[in-house]
């Protein structure tokens, strides 16, 4: 396990193994992790705790990851400019651009290995990599 | 906000004209929406106008007027925005299909053979609500032959919660077919270990 970093991360997808997944990897990368099940969950989250990143799918049910994206852009600062790593398994470069167009600060396509996850999340956190 | 609303019957819908549903403010269509999930022809009305509209509050009324209604003909309607490019219309689709599972039950079989990655992927979570049995079944026979790792991924998800023994040789095959996927080889040790020690 590393030193904790200080940063917290909210993970955002409807599966339980990808939560999982994050969450060990991040964990032992040193990161805060919380979860969220879904795009309404996830707003009554950054609501009400201040995270640094968050991690988020596009297919989820009740509210998919892009309009949990554009509805969190109209939210007041600071959760309104809150980075997002946005990882789906839909792979076509309209899928990257319709993600960038949502508020995505970065987009990478799934399966997302550990070593991958954790070397971009610590980059959009600014720590060292 | 959810795409879909638990389907309830809009008995305190505000009666609405029925051509207005695609016409008017999205206020007016909404209303409209709402109120046809009553009328006699009101899935053909609320199938005509989810073609058309792209106003999220509209949308989530017809979809969950579809899901209400839970019939064939609404089933039927809502399956092809499975594989729509809009995440909002494919979430809702999932949404309002997943609200009518008995409705929905004749399509899961073809869309789980869909050429397209994407619609068996989504269409591994409709699975979820058959029987254990009959979901099992449908899962191994997409996992025999399946090549997206995406759909695998998605498949051993659901079958980590209901699989049976019967799936334990065809997720062994999986975890062979893709060495060196670190997500899979988990998905696949947390499925094989829960039903090996249910």
């Keep these: ?129 | 906000m959810p795409l879909v609303r638990r389907p309830s019957l809009p008995s305190e819908s505000p009666a609405a004209p029925a051509g207005s549903i695609t016409e008017g403010t999205s206020e007016q269509r909404w209303a409209a929406a709402r109120a046809a999930a009553a009328q006699p022809d009101g899935v053909a009305l609320l199938a005509k106008a989810l073609s058309q509209e792209r106003d999220p509050l509209v949308l989530e009324a017809i979809f969950t007027g579809l899901a209400a209604a839970a019939t064939a003909e609404s089933a039927a309607a809502v399956v092809p925005f499975i594989r729509s490019e809009e995440a909002r219309l494919r979430a809702g689709a999932l949404d309002a299909l997943r609200a009518m599972p008995e409705a929905s039950r004749p399509h899961i079989g073809s869309l789980l053979a869909d050429p397209d990655a994407d619609v068996r992927l989504l269409s591994c979570e409709l699975v979820r609500g058959l029987p254990e049995a009959e979901a099992n079944r449908l899962l191994i026979d997409l996992l025999d032959g399946e090549t997206d790792k995406n759909v695998v991924a998605a498949a051993v998800e659901v079958l980590a919660e209901i699989g049976r023994p019967e799936a334990l040789p065809v997720l062994v095959l999986c975890s062979q077919r893709f060495v060196g996927e670190p997500f899979l080889a988990f998905s696949i040790k947390v499925a094989t270990d829960r039903i090996g020690d249910p």
């Design chain 1, 1 to 129: 396990m590393t030193e904790p970093s200080g940063k917290r991360i909210l993970v955002i997808d409807d599966a339980n193994l990808v939560r999982r997944f994050y969450r060990d990897a991040l964990e032992h990368a040193g990161f805060q992790v919380d979860e969220a099940l879904n795009g309404v969950e996830a707003l009554e989250k950054v609501l009400g705790a201040a995270y640094d990143l968050i991690v988020v799918d596009v297919n989820m049910p009740q509210m998919d990851g892009f309009t949990f994206l554009e509805t969190l852009r109209r939210q007041a600062p600071p959760v309104s400019s809150l980075p997002a790593l946005v990882i789906s398994t839909e792979a076509a470069a309209h899928d990257a651009a319709a993600a960038r167009a949502a508020g995505a600060n970065f987009y990478l396509v799934k399966p997302v290995g550990q070593e991958l996850l954790v070397e971009h999340v610590s980059i959009m956190c600014g720590l060292p990599t």
